[in-house]
């Protein structure tokens, strides 16, 4: 159900209506029916009643309409104070607006409803979400759209302004230092990567930057980085899970569920750098990493 909000003169290129949220979709956002179709809703949880507003633009040559909360009018129990100030205008963190219990359930029914759309597995069990040891400040891995001579931020998905963004409640400490560096300095390029080993202090900074006022080393092709008491070398392309210590606790739990007797093949498919591989290799007769 959807209804129209009266504008004022000034707010004539601004369209907003209310919305009533059905249910978390694929995306992370909340759906809503409009116009006689679903759209996206950033910024909801389902049986929310909200005011939106309603972004119009093409991509990849489709129009596409997609909406961000601006009232809600009817709260969930489980909607909670964002945190962060960059909430909104980044559209990074799209569940911040979430009690994180929820966010555990809620990831819980989104696996289980992928698997329900195999008949093979729609009767696998989906286990509750593990939690975080850290709820923010983990993410080893941060990239950066550079804007206006030099500074720091992150695009917003829907709206596509950037916002300048001088601390991140996500990453890591070395990465928050780096933004500090780097601010309104890193004017030589349009984008740029951040990666810290979370257990060994180690750095990489790209592109390499020849500003003589950035203090920082820069253009190192790979970081060190240990798991589990094992030293990982990544390559500045590589994928590498972003959550260090989660990433540890996800070995563990595969390791356990598996039963390994010692005897088995392990196939590590997409394997990135080979983190299942390598960790879960002395429990088996063979490990093959496929990437």
């Known amino acids: 159900m959807t209804s129209s909000v009266q504008k004022t003169a000034s707010e004539q290129e601004i369209e907003l209506v209310e919305l009533d949220l059905i249910q978390m979709g694929p995306l992370g956002d909340t759906l809503a029916d409009f116009e006689d179709q ?3 809703v950033f910024g909801g949880i389902e049986g929310e009643r909200v005011v ?3 972004y119009r633009y093409r991509r990849r040559k489709q129009r596409i309409i997609s909406a961000m909360v601006e009232t809600v009018l009817r709260p969930s129990e489980h909607r909670v104070p964002t945190p962060c100030p960059y909430y ?15 966010q555990l359930a809620l990831k819980q029914e989104a696996v289980a409803a992928q ?3 195999f008949q093979s597995l729609a009767g696998v069990t989906v286990s509750p979400t593990m939690p975080a040891p850290e709820r923010f400040n983990y993410r080893n891995h941060a990239r950066f759209t550079v804007r206006f001579g030099g500074q720091l931020g992150f695009s917003n998905r829907i709206t ?23 601010q ?5 390029t349009s984008n740029l990567s951040v990666r810290v080993g979370t257990n060994t202090g180690d750095r990489l900074i790209q592109p390499t930057f020849q500003n003589s006022d950035i203090a920082l080393a820069s253009g190192q092709k790979h970081y060190h980085e240990n798991l ?4 990982f070398k990544v390559a500045s392309p590589s994928f590498f899970q972003v959550n260090t210590a989660q990433a540890e606790n996800l070995v563990n739990l595969v390791k356990e569920r598996l039963e390994l007797s010692g005897n088995e093949t392990v196939v590590d498919a997409y394997a990135g750098v080979g983190v299942f591989a390598i960790l879960l290799a002395p429990y088996v007769a063979r490990a093959i990493a496929i990437e």
């Not at 909104?88 to 929820?102: F, I, K, L, T």
């Not at 596509?160 to 560096?181: P, Q, S, Y």
């Open 38 to 40: 679903t759209i996206n």
């Open 52 to 54: 939106a507003r309603i």
């Open 88 to 102: 909104g205008p980044c559209s990074g963190c799209q569940w911040q607006h979430v009690s994180y219990e929820h």
């Open 115 to 117: 698997l329900r759309e």
């Open 160 to 182: 596509r302004h950037f916002a300048r963004v001088d601390e991140c409640m996500l990453m890591g400490a070395k990465i928050n230092e780096a933004i500090t560096e780097l």
């Open 184 to 188: 309104d300095k890193a004017g030589e």
């Open 228 to 231: 589990l008491g094992r030293d």
